[in-house]
């Protein structure tokens, strides 16, 4: 039996466990997933600790997403972005990978929406920095948007063809683009939404990244406006598939596990 699991602290709340469990069900794979809470500032000792255990592969999250840089061999992209959010114990050393982008990538296509023309990401922290890399690297021109408007700057210098702002031109950026996503954290418990309604219409897809509640105030602003929209969950269950699919080599079941996903929510 092959052992998975995810690393962060809180870790509690995840809904990996049975996500990825469903897929392995569905593909008869004999693996569990397990979640552990190392100390925060031992990510990289978590890494080692469970090389030694043999364990198959782990996800990481907050607030390990950095620190486990020093126990990989980073992939390309994911040492782009400078987090790691999949570790494959396949390679010696193991190597580190980032799905959060094809999270929101993938989530989108799967929705029909094309990936070219103009993109806006809210935010510049972890997810935002995710998001954007994996709209620009699907050819999209990126506009980041950010309450703290030098974040944005700094994001965007790393991105290729972004630009940053602050949010005072965010409605003008949202009339010209063909997509959106919300990568902050503002919707998550509030009835609030970062994007002013007026500014939605309906040639944009909108992805909210957050995922509780499941319908965000954006995404009821967006659906008034005519706009596709995409759901945090979508993002998450893509994230999941991506990292089952670097684990396994198997084309992961999409549908069951996003089954699994949704009866938690
Ligand atoms: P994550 O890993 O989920 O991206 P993060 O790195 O803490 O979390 O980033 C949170 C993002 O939400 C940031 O872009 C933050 O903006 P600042 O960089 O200005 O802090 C954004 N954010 C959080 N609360 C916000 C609010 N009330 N209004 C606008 N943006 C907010």
Redesign the pocket.
Known sequence: MDVYGLIGNPVGHSLSPPMHEAGYEECGIDARYVTFEPPKGEGAAAVEAAATLDVAGLNVT?PFKQDVLDAVDPAPLADRIGAVNTIDFATDPPTGYNTDAAGATRALESHGVDLSGRAVVV??????RAVAFGLADADMTVAIA???EE?AHDLAADVPDATGHG?DTLGDLVADADVLVN????GMKEDQS?VPADALHGGLAVLDAVYDPIETRLLRDAADAGATTVDGAWMLLYQGVETFETWTGVDAPAEPMNDALRARL
Request: charge should be positive.
């Open positions: 907050v935010g510049a922290g972890g997810a935002g950010n309450r703290t974040k949010l990568a902050t954290t503002v970062p």
